[in-house]
């Protein structure tokens, strides 16, 4: 495969467009009032207004973390699909991340979408949270790190990513309308960490607000928007609001919320004219908003005499090996007993692949951040590829995991004049007048309510499912609305399908409900389907948007368990490939209960019986419960992979790639003691406060199943001396080296993880905290020095009192290790000369370093 240049260093400066505030104020001034605030909201779901007086053309914004959509959602205008945030923080590799940020600006940019909305930098405060896949970890440090490469990398391709969402959207239940209590230490030295980190290092260009409020403020109305965000912080771009977040006009337009979205609808518009005009709204603050999202603009090129950065470029080739070795680096070997990995392809004979995300992986979550990519490789898939055909791999489902009737697709389903596989689309005006027709290769549906000026009175779907084996095919419509099937000319079905009474509008596009008929066909027979969509009943903010499902015939738990366990006992290794569903993680709601939906802790304690070498592949965005994990051979945690999932677990499993990945959350071994997700009486309480994660088991709560920073290799590691400065004044960096030596015989990548504790304090903290990490690499018996550098917010704490930060003198332990609770390098360092770093006044210094990594060298974080 082909190998990249890693990109150089940049020094990210304050626009980069040609164009300097004097400049782009002259052109806000030549704009009426009227004009200014037509800028001020967007001109539809995914754009901003063009404004030739002002040189502006219009603008496009997409979701989102797993991939740029660009403004369609379906399967005609694919996206590569990487792997999910979470498992971009466990590689702790802010190079590959950096990677990984320019392959998306060059998505971006063949999409013509000028500013992505991802990062999400929330924090993982509890698992049950639907979101938890979209955020990268439970540490502000880690997310902080992660995050400032992820948006370097992006905006280094001339496109503007979008921090979100601030602050402490840490949940879904009621998001629209909870109260965070959150104390300001919590607030400020774990939740707002993040978005300072991004602000301050890499020169975000857009802040998204979120939809809850924070100490009963609503965000998009919230003082840290001023106050803290662009005042203390000098943040210069523009915030936007999460989509329909802005509730009112002038709160929301005095607290420095710069952007209403999505348009063209919204509380500003004439609202807010007139406010300006009656001066309860300053036209200062109006100009301000419109020259921060001018300065956006010519960031990305959007201005007439500006210019915009170089796109990048990825072949077909490259982006697929990115893909693939981005998802590899961050697969997590939880366990590896006797050593059953990696697989020996010269001795193996009969490979059994067993579970409901075998051949149907799960490659991200649901809500905004889906994309359709343009292929998905399976974990069969994988291995099918990479094995030799000497080897006989099998295959059964084992249990199925959802009760929902999935998509339709191949191989059952073709277009309605026989002429290859498909379905026949067609838009209907209410006098029958054919709008639009299209052939269509998916079954999910979503077109705009109008052709041109014409309303959509009626959506039609037709296609012929032909049976490849003889059973009861269910044959169903999922939507919100009414729905017609007609089967051979027969109408099977009319109903109505209404959303789940106080759903989340995300919850209703995620998981909306279904209506079914059940036919039954021999191998070979065929029917004629048609799906009709009133539109007139549906719900205006959806458009038209709905899915022809067909569930072919299958065996039942029990049979398929059966099979499992006779293909396992045959087989010299059994892979049981688990995970979660759509119903289980996505935005718009949380999760009750983290065991594996259906029976699949029954199939893997079955398999495992079976066969001793049983390995667990684990396709979760977020910790599940492993009640079954002391009794198989090994535990791979694989996350939401991307669409060459199948490849990157085929690298792992046979050794040609290493399991790159250390938890950047901890597993639970059990549901006790974890904060919840549901808001009493409107208020969420965040009573956890400082002691999040690893923070709070670390104090005295029930042990994780595995901790935070976690990760076996191919290899073993000796940690040999931790050399660290005896004192550092308060607010200063400091060094610090670990040497340690691959004691083990291949070459393998360790993350050194540096953390620190103090013993006695006059405030409280946590039992230990991360200051820092490096990931080195190193051949066979080779020792490596990591230069980790912790900077100076590692031993400060926020002060209520004089509303910034300080250090309180005296002596910190620090320690270096392979996890939170695996630390094998102790010392000492005095701080001395207590007092404060800015005292709330600015972002600290930036660092530019960023430090490369050359074969051979470790990298320092």
Not at 345 to 360: C, E, K, M
Not at 403 to 428: E, H, K
């Amino acid at each position: 495969m082909p190998e990249r240049r890693w990109a150089a260093a940049v020094a990210h400066d304050r626009t980069r467009c040609g164009l300097d505030d004097r400049e782009l104020t002259a052109r806000v001034e030549r704009l009426t009032t009227e004009q200014k605030v037509r800028l001020l909201t967007g001109a539809d779901f995914w754009s901003l207004h063009e404004e030739p007086a002002a040189g502006l053309r219009r603008l496009v914004v997409s979701d989102g973390p797993a991939g740029v959509r660009g403004e369609h959602w379906d399967e005609r205008d694919t996206s590569t699909n990487i792997p999910s945030p979470t498992a971009l923080a466990s590689t702790w590799d802010e190079l590959l991340v950096e990677e990984v940020g320019r392959l998306l600006a060059f998505e971006a940019r063949r999409k013509r979408v000028d500013v992505l909305l991802a990062p999400t930098v929330n924090l993982h405060r509890t698992p049950y949270a639907g979101r938890h896949f979209e955020c990268f970890s439970e540490d502000p440090l880690l997310t902080a790190r992660i995050a400032v490469a992820y948006v370097r990398g992006v905006q280094t391709g001339g496109v503007g990513a979008t921090v979100k969402h601030f602050v402490a959207n840490d949940s879904e239940t009621e998001r629209m309308t909870l109260d965070a209590k959150i104390d300001e230490r919590a607030l400020f030295e774990l939740h707002l960490a993040p978005f300072e980190a991004v602000v301050c290092e890499a020169n975000v260009w857009a802040v998204m607000a979120a939809y809850n409020s924070v100490n009963g403020h609503s965000m998009t109305e919230s003082p840290l928007l001023l106050d803290i965000l662009k005042r203390r912080w000098g943040f210069d771009g523009v915030v936007m609001s999460d989509w329909f977040a802005t509730r009112s006009t002038e709160d929301s337009a005095r607290a420095a919320l710069d952007l209403a979205m999505p348009g063209p609808d919204g509380p500003w518009g004439d609202a807010l004219v007139e406010a300006v005009r009656a001066g309860t709204v300053d036209q200062a603050a109006i100009d301000d908003k419109v020259l921060r999202i001018m300065r956006l603009a010519g960031r990305v090129g959007a201005l007439e005499g500006g210019r915009r950065r170089p796109a990048p470029r990825y072949a077909a080739d490259e982006v697929a090996w990115v893909v693939r070795r981005v998802a590899a680096a961050g697969f997590v070997l939880a366990r590896n007993q006797r050593g059953v990995l990696p697989l020996d392809r010269s001795r193996l004979r009969r490979v059994a692949v067993i579970g409901p995300n075998a051949a149907t992986a799960r490659t991200l979550g649901g809500g905004s951040a889906t994309v359709f990519a343009p292929y998905t490789v399976s974990p069969l898939q994988g291995l099918l590829s990479a094995l030799p055909a000497t080897v006989e791999v099998r295959h059964c489902i084992g249990v199925t995991a959802s009760s929902r009737i999935p998509v339709a697709g191949p191989p059952w389903v073709f277009a309605p004049d026989g002429d290859g596989p498909g379905v026949q689309a067609r838009l209907l005006a209410p006098d029958g007048a054919e709008l639009l027709s299209e052939r269509r290769q998916g079954c999910a549906f979503h077109w705009p309510d109008h052709v041109g000026a014409q309303r959509v009175a009626k959506a039609e779907v037709s296609a012929v499912i032909r049976a490849t084996d003889p059973g009861t095919y269910t044959v169903g419509i999922s939507g919100t609305g009414r729905y017609r099937l007609l089967i051979d000319g027969e109408e099977v079905l009319d109903d109505v399908l209404e959303a789940r009474l106080g759903a989340d509008m995300v919850e209703t596009l995620v998981i909306p409900p279904q209506a079914a008929h059940r036919v039954e066909l021999d191998r070979g027979e065929q029917v004629t389907v048609v799906a009709i969509n009133e539109t007139d009943s549906t719900p205006p903010l959806h458009g038209i948007r709905f899915s022809l499902n067909v569930a072919a015939p299958h065996d039942s738990d029990d049979e398929e368990i059966d099979r499992a366990v006779s293909l396992a006992r045959s087989s010299d290794v059994a892979v049981v490939v688990v995970g979660t569903t759509e119903e289980i993680e996505s935005e718009g709601f949380d999760r009750d209960s983290l065991a594996l939906p259906g029976r699949q802790d029954e199939l893997v304690e079955r398999v495992a019986q079976a066969n001793p070498d049983t390995i667990v592949v684990v396709n979760a965005g977020a910790p599940v419960l492993l009640p079954w994990a002391d009794d198989v051979a090994a535990v791979l945690l694989t996350w939401f992979a991307g669409q060459e999932f199948g490849n990157a677990l085929a690298d792992v499993l046979l050794g040609d790639a290493e399991p790159g990945g250390r938890l950047p959350t901890s597993w639970p071994l059990h549901e006790e003691g974890l904060a919840t997700t549901r808001p009493a009486d409107g208020v969420l309480r965040y009573d956890e406060g400082l002691m999040v994660g690893y923070r709070g088991y670390e104090r005295g709560g029930p042990a994780p199943r595995y901790p935070f920073g976690h990760g076996l290799g191919y290899s073993s590691w000796t940690y040999l001396s931790i050399d660290a400065p005896r004192e550092a004044a308060a607010g200063a960096e400091i060094a610090v080296d670990v040497t340690v030596r691959n004691s083990g015989g291949r070459r393998a990548r360790e993350v050194v993880q540096l953390y620190a504790s103090r013993a006695v304090s006059a405030v409280e903290r946590p039992a230990r905290w991360l200051i820092g990490f490096a990931v080195v690499e190193a051949n066979a018996g080779e020792d490596v020095t990591a230069t980790i550098t912790a900077r100076e917010r590692a031993f400060q704490h926020y002060s209520p009192v004089i509303g910034g930060w300080t250090t309180e003198p005296g002596a910190f332990q620090l320690a270096a290790g392979a996890s939170s609770t695996e630390l094998s390098l102790f010392s000492t360092i005095e701080i001395f000369r207590g007092g404060t770093s800015g005292e709330g006044h600015g972002c600290p210094p930036p660092d530019l370093s960023s430090a490369r990594r050359t074969p051979g060298l470790p990298q320092t974080a």
